[in-house]
């Protein structure tokens, strides 16, 4: 159901927004927990162990712990209203981009619009465009998630407002470059990868019921998610360390604060300070949670997809 299909012409462009945006929204829901220790984790300079006695986080269980002991089960889902106009509109923006570039594909080339390597381009392209859309949304999720008690920001207008009357328009786009560079590959490979365990899985289990095909679109997706995120954690944390530049006030509860000139700049000065252990500060909860995250996106999406053929059929 992921891509244009000549043959079964299920969805239109707009089912496919309603499907992603739906699909986004209940996953943010579901994942927002794992999604608030990742962004602790990486914007964390001390290192992320017990034997270091300034360090806030140690790991899961202590950062769990800590977070609910000091902020409250809310905590978990700080940030969620941005995080939600991000997951719903970045769903509908990549997997409209995505049917459509599958679409043009078939229609002006000759390649096969279920090879997996067109599915790497095309996931990319639709995850870039979607990322330039919401870019402004992501900021405001992550400053949200970052901050901690007492909070600068005590709502999403109030937000708004001072970063753009204290930073500038631009502030809403910083860590942009890290974060297309990151994206292309990352949501590619995830395409890619999903495209190849549905084909595999379908060689090893020929014929298949509703219900074993939901969850091996839920197995497929999870399994992608952790080889892409894992391949492209690096740029996601340089991503996320630019984008509270200008917010460091907020963060000296947590520890200790840089000062970033740019996308080389802070690559040099987390491997000059942290080593290169430092790009892959947070990457338990992350492949958690893009385990979850991404297993669940292509489940809701395919599911929902194949709910919204259901329905036009009844009413023909």
Known sequence: MVGYDPEAKCVSTAEA????????????????????LKIRFQLQIEQLSSRNPTAKYHG???????????????????????????????GAVQFMAFESLTELVHN???????DSFVHLVCGGLAACTATVAV????????????????????????????????EGPRTFYRGLTPTLVAIFPYAGLQFFFYNILQQFSRWVIPAEGTNGGNVKNLVCGSCAGVISKTLTYPLDLVKKRLQVGGFEHARAAFGQVRTYGGFLDCMRQIMREEGPGGFFKGL?????????????????????????????????
């Open 17 to 36: 927004a309603a499907a992603g945006s739906a699909s986004g929204l209940v996953t943010r829901v579901l994942v927002s927990p794992l999604d608030v």
């Open 60 to 90: 899961i269980l202590q950062a769990v712990q800590r977070i609910f002991r000091e902020e409250g089960m809310t905590a978990f889902w700080k940030g969620h209203v941005p995080a939600q106009f991000l997951s719903v509109g970045f």
């Open 108 to 114: 002006v080339t000759s390649f096969n619009t279920r």
């Open 135 to 166: 870019q402004p949304v992501d900021t405001l999720r992550t400053r949200f998630a970052a901050q901690g008690e007492p909070k600068i920001y005590p709502n999403l207008r109030h937000a708004v407002m001072t970063m753009y009357q204290t």
């Open 284 to 316: 338990s909860p992350s492949v958690l949670k893009a385990a979850c995250s991404t297993g669940l996106v292509f489940f809701w999406y395919e599911l929902f997809c194949s709910l919204l053929c259901a329905l036009r059929r009844e009413h023909r």
